[in-house]
């Protein structure tokens, strides 16, 4: 079955540390999308793709960094810029050319700093 | 910019009782409309859309939403909910810009169902 896979499922980072969360998707959707998700905040955009090789900073970018290498892999790379990276993390695809189409999601990534 | 604005975050109800979800975006212009579930550490799953026609959209287990252009709003409801259906929900716009689409999301509102 088509979907999309984040791992791991759980990340501890220690101060100081990057730490890469892994996005793969078997969809063949061109767009992919990097959400962080804070309680009571609701999910606020990190990065997104519409196609390989080329990705825009969302409304949160600062202290994250992306590559789209390749059409199903969408890495996000939490650096030691971001202050307070201790989140939910979740990855979501989709058709480009689809404007109606819902997002499909992972099952996200929880990082904690210890 | 589009905003969502989940007007609580938190609905307690008994179950076989009614719930309505209440959500409001900004845009006056044509919009493309979602409502996500979300179980615990869980990512998201679409419940329902409204791209035009109809205003009242049909989704997955039993949930409808009515969209309201002159209110601006797009409110979940479900006649009889289930303890399942205890979980956190999303109301979410689509926003055009560049070419790109993107997603605009709502706080979330965390429904619990109580027998």
């Known amino acids: 079955d088509g979907g999309i896979t984040q791992s791991p499922k759980y990340l501890f980072r220690k101060e100081g540390q990057n730490v890469t969360l892994s996005c793969e998707q078997n969809l063949n959707h061109d767009a992919m999308y990097w959400y962080r998700q804070d309680p009571g905040q609701g999910l606020r955009l990190i990065y997104y793709?519409?196609?390989?090789?080329?990705?825009q900073k969302g409304d949160i970018a600062e202290g994250y960094s992306v590559s789209r290498e390749k059409k199903e892999s969408f890495p996000l790379t939490v650096t030691s810029a971001q202050k307070n990276p201790t989140a939910f993390y979740l990855c979501?695809?989709?058709?480009?050319?689809?404007?109606?189409?819902?997002?499909?999601f992972g099952s996200g990534t929880r990082l904690t700093v210890v | 910019a589009q905003s969502v604005t989940q007007l609580d975050s938190q609905v307690p109800v008994f179950e076989e009782a009614p719930v309505e979800l209440r959500c409001n975006y900004s845009?006056?212009?044509?919009?493309?409309l979602f409502w996500y579930v979300q179980y615990p550490n869980q990512g998201l799953q679409l419940l329902l859309k409204?791209?035009?026609?109809?205003?009242l959209v049909k989704g997955i287990n039993g949930f409808e939403a009515e969209f309201n252009k002159s209110q601006t709003s797009f409110h979940l409801r479900k006649p009889s909910v289930h303890i399942s259906d205890t979980a956190e929900y999303f109301c979410a716009v689509s926003e055009f810009s560049g070419g790109s689409e993107k997603l605009v999301f709502g706080k979330g509102t965390k429904l619990t169902v109580n027998p």
């Open positions: 409204y791209l035009s026609g109809s205003t």
């Open positions: 979501a695809s989709k058709p480009r050319t689809a404007t109606n189409y819902g997002y499909t």
């Open positions: 793709s519409q196609i390989v090789n080329d990705f």
């Open positions: 845009s006056s212009v044509s919009v493309y």
